[in-house]
């Protein structure tokens, strides 16, 4: 490709961003360390003839139409390179970034530093609308990089790659051209929000008789009689949702009067773990039955039941949980997966 400008040196003050020179080669080649082959998958510590051969793709590459770029990393009084970081063009306007800090020279925020020389590259000189980078979860020290950059982490690439013969998971950070910096508000709390627990909300509703039975409905997805209720939606409040929930499965609507218990369900099956909540939808007379609709497709039916005939006809969590919960609704139960939480956890310390 004609056009393309020479690759520019860019600075800090501190730390430099420049192409590569032939002598860099003899130094950097020598700084390669286990820790590269090991994440980078070479089959084994890169030699002399091995960078040099990059160095002379990378130049291709770029004098071409730009596909990649590599820069070596410079330090204020150190002599030579400390370290490399590329872009490489995967679909137009989207680039993906790769770090390398060489060993001796790591834990100065040498990589932190030149990716965001090269960010501010790629989005103004490059004009590149995307920038993803792919870590290894256990490579957290190229994860603290990515956060440390402005990346979100957006996703999991589930057995995405193959790292010395074994495959492995790919984390997948992203930054737009767009996106809030990091050093304002909105923008690190959303870079916060990218890495830290999500966790799942349940909202059932506990619906009782005068004869203190229990609202429960037959669902066709499974044997066990359920609470109705269900998920919350991103967004949702979780009391919002349980009415939600109703509506939909029921076709009718009660005022929650209270929360009888908040319970935490452990990882199940492919489940990831929960926070429950079973709102109080109040006392009824028995006759409620008659003006709810069971939508016939998640729900075949709705009935009251005392909470002595639970056993065998309610998950095993729901046998624990709702005699205490139906013996008891004046006070508020904080259940661990449907117990009392009386004492530590097992394994924990006193
Ligand atoms: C990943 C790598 C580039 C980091 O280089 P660096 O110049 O030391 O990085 P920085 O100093 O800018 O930042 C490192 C961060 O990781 C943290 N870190 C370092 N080792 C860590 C570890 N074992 N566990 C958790 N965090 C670690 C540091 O505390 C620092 O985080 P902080 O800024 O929040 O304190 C370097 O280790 C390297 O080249 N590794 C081999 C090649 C590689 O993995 N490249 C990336 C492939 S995706």
Redesign the pocket.
């Given at each position: 490709m004609t056009g393309v400008p020479p690759q520019p040196t860019l600075t800090d003050g501190e730390l430099t961003l420049r192409p590569w020179r032939d002598e860099d080669i003899d130094l950097a080649h020598g700084l390669s360390?286990d820790?590269?082959a090991?994440?980078?998958d070479f089959a084994g510590t890169p030699g002399r003839a091995d960078l040099a051969g990059a160095v002379k793709r990378w130049r291709e590459a770029y004098a071409d139409d730009r596909s990649v770029v590599n820069f070596v990393i410079e330090l204020a009084g150190v002599p030579g390179p400390v370290?490399n970081v590329e872009i490489r063009r995967t679909s137009p306007g989207v680039g993906s970034v790769?770090?390398?800090?060489?060993?001796p020279?790591?834990?100065?925020?040498?990589?932190?530093?030149?990716?965001r020389l090269l960010v501010v590259y790629a989005f103004g000189e490059l004009g590149m609308e995307r920038l993803q980078?792919?870590?290894?979860p256990e490579?957290?020290?190229?994860?603290?990089?990515?956060?440390?950059s402005g990346f979100r982490r957006e996703g999991l690439l589930r057995g995405g790659a193959v790292l010395q013969g074994e495959r492995r998971d790919v984390a997948v950070y992203g930054l737009r051209r767009d996106d809030p910096r990091a050093d304002t508000l909105s923008g690190w709390t959303a870079l916060m929000d990218s890495v830290l627990p999500k966790k799942r909300v349940i909202a059932h509703v506990v619906v009782r008789d005068t004869g203190g039975r229990v609202l429960l409905c037959k669902v066709s997805y499974k044997k066990d009689l359920e609470l109705p209720g269900g998920v919350v939606e991103p967004d949702e409040d979780p009391a919002t949702g349980a009415l939600r929930e109703m509506q939909e499965e029921l076709g009718f609507e009660l005022p929650l009067v209270g929360v009888l218990a908040i319970d935490w369900l452990p990882r199940w099956e492919g489940w990831g773990d929960a926070i429950e909540i079973l709102y109080d939808g109040g006392v009824h007379d028995p006759d409620l039955l008659e003006s709810l609709q069971p939508d016939g497709f998640e729900i075949l039916g709705v009935d009251w039941y005392a909470a002595d005939e639970l056993s065998g006809l309610v998950s095993a969590l729901n046998v624990r949980r709702l005699p205490l919960v139906l013996g008891a609704p004046g006070i508020l139960h904080n259940l661990r997966d449907g117990n009392p939480i009386t004492a530590p956890r097992e394994g924990l310390p006193d």
């Open positions: 360390d820790e590269m090991r994440w980078f370290g790769s770090w390398t800090t060489y060993k020279y790591r834990g100065q925020r040498v990589a932190r530093r030149a990716v980078a792919e870590v290894d490579n957290r020290a190229s994860a603290r990089v990515a956060i440390r």
